[in-house]
């Protein structure tokens, strides 16, 4: 369905979020000088749902008949391995930090293992095991991908509507209830965007402002159902932080909204300048989940180690071994469980 061409752009841009992502985390770990530089991880991870959502849609569009069964094997052997190295990752990490074996923390560990961690919000149920942060993101992003399938049976002139109207209603009922699964709910179209990147990718070959604008529309509803919070927080005088809620969903989705435009500009001016910049970045796309994994427990482990250190003596080293690490896990571990996992199902047709 995607040309080689298109392919490439999205490894790159893949890469690039990684990357970008962790040198956001490390200016707030190392408190380097460089932080307006760095102050856009959100939109970091908002373009990350975007592009989840895309390749999802990719996937399913050129089948004329989905096989569900071997759709849940796929995203539980992308997701699943490396998010465990992660957990134990995060633990290790501690454990190292304090010089001895580090709690083990069992509920927040099933509740990250159920795919329920979040950021420090109202109605969270865990936060990411052993302070590894940016695991948030993948729980929200699993339980899109299982969700998928119920959408699907929905005719699909009425799938974004659906999903679009369950954010809209999750955010407005989220703030009188916070339930923090609610929360997940609500950026749920963030990713579904991506999804609809696709369908008129499918549909025409490329993306336009007349295929992109109900996509935009049903985005910047979904702004506006997180704004009421933040508009009451400024009406009260509350302080308002761009990394904490009230203000951060309605950042992420807003980020979504800005970047899906952009893209689409981007894309009419003949991806202008894209080879020379953030194309640079595809060779970090096959293992840019890993690196987005595994970042931010080492940054925090430099910083106790080594504290006097200037930031970027300590940063460029341990994205260092960032980078070695995730390619042992994507290049070398990852292909065995695709292996192991071929087999099985193989075994099981036979």
């Given at each position: 369905?995607?040309?080689?061409?298109?392919?490439?752009?999205?490894?790159?841009?893949?890469?690039?979020?990684?990357?970008?992502?962790?040198?956001?985390?490390?200016?707030?770990?190392?408190?380097?000088?460089?932080?307006?530089?760095?102050?856009?991880?959100?939109?970091?991870?908002?373009?990350?749902?975007?592009?989840?959502?895309?390749?999802?849609?990719?996937?399913?569009?050129?089948?004329?008949?989905?096989?569900?069964?071997?759709?849940?094997?796929?995203?539980?052997?992308r997701i699943w391995p490396p998010f465990l190295i992660a957990l134990a990752l995060a633990w290790v990490v501690q454990s190292l930090i304090l010089r001895a074996p580090a709690p083990l923390r069992a509920g927040e560990l099933i509740g990250n293992l159920a795919m329920l961690q979040d950021l420090i919000r109202p109605g969270a149920v865990v936060q990411s095991y052993h302070q590894n942060w940016p695991l948030w993101s993948l729980?929200?992003?699993?339980?899109?991908?299982?969700?998928?399938?119920?959408?699907?049976?929905?005719?699909?002139?009425?799938?974004?509507?659906?999903?679009?109207?369950?954010?809209?209603?999750?955010?407005?009922?989220?703030?009188?209830?916070?339930?923090?699964?609610?929360?997940?709910?609500?950026?749920?179209?963030?990713?579904?965007?991506?999804?609809?990147?696709?369908?008129?990718?499918?549909?025409?070959?490329?993306?336009?402002?007349?295929?992109?604008?109900?996509?935009?529309?049903?985005?910047?509803?979904?702004?506006?159902?997180?704004?009421?919070?933040?508009?009451?927080?400024?009406?009260?005088?509350?302080?308002?932080?761009?990394?904490?809620?009230?203000?951060?969903?309605?950042?992420?989705?807003?980020?979504?909204?800005?970047?899906?435009?952009?893209?689409?500009?981007?894309?009419?001016?003949?991806?202008?300048?894209?080879?020379?910049?953030?194309?640079?970045?595809?060779?970090?796309?096959?293992?840019?989940?890993?690196?987005?994994?595994?970042?931010?427990?080492?940054?925090?482990?430099?910083?106790?180690?080594?504290?006097?250190?200037?930031?970027?003596?300590?940063?460029?080293?341990?994205?260092?071994?960032?980078?070695?690490?995730?390619?042992?896990?994507?290049?070398?571990?990852?292909?065995?469980?695709?292996?192991?996992?071929?087999?099985?199902?193989?075994?099981?047709?036979?």
């Open positions: 369905m995607f040309s080689a061409k298109q392919i490439e752009r999205m490894d790159a841009i893949r890469g690039f979020a990684a990357v970008y992502v962790a040198f956001t985390h490390s200016h707030a770990v190392f408190h380097t000088p460089l932080k307006p530089l760095g102050g856009f991880g959100a939109e970091g991870v908002a373009l990350f749902f975007l592009l989840s959502g895309l390749v999802i849609g990719g996937s399913l569009f050129r089948r004329r008949d989905i096989d569900w069964k071997l759709y849940f094997v796929h995203r539980f052997r729980a929200y992003e699993w339980w899109y991908y299982m969700l998928l399938p119920l959408v699907w049976l929905v005719p699909s002139r009425w799938q974004a509507n659906l999903v679009v109207g369950v954010g809209c209603a999750a955010a407005i009922v989220y703030r009188i209830v916070p339930i923090g699964p609610l929360a997940y709910l609500g950026c749920w179209y963030l990713w579904w965007a991506g999804l609809e990147l696709a369908r008129e990718v499918r549909e025409r070959g490329t993306v336009t402002w007349k295929g992109q604008f109900p996509n935009l529309l049903r985005s910047g509803l979904l702004v506006l159902a997180w704004a009421p919070a933040v508009v009451l927080a400024v009406v009260n005088h509350q302080g308002l932080k761009p990394a904490d809620d009230p203000f951060l969903p309605m950042r992420h989705c807003g980020g979504g909204f800005v970047l899906l435009a952009l893209g689409v500009l981007w894309a009419k001016s003949g991806w202008k300048g894209f080879d020379s910049t953030i194309g640079r970045f595809a060779r970090f796309a096959p293992i840019s989940y890993a690196i987005y994994l595994f970042h931010y427990p080492l940054f925090q482990l430099a910083d106790s180690w080594f504290p006097t250190l200037h930031e970027a003596v300590r940063f460029l080293p341990v994205m260092a071994v960032v980078v070695g690490i995730s390619w042992v896990v994507e290049r070398k571990l990852q292909p065995l469980v695709v292996l192991a996992t071929d087999r099985f199902l193989v075994a099981r047709k036979a």
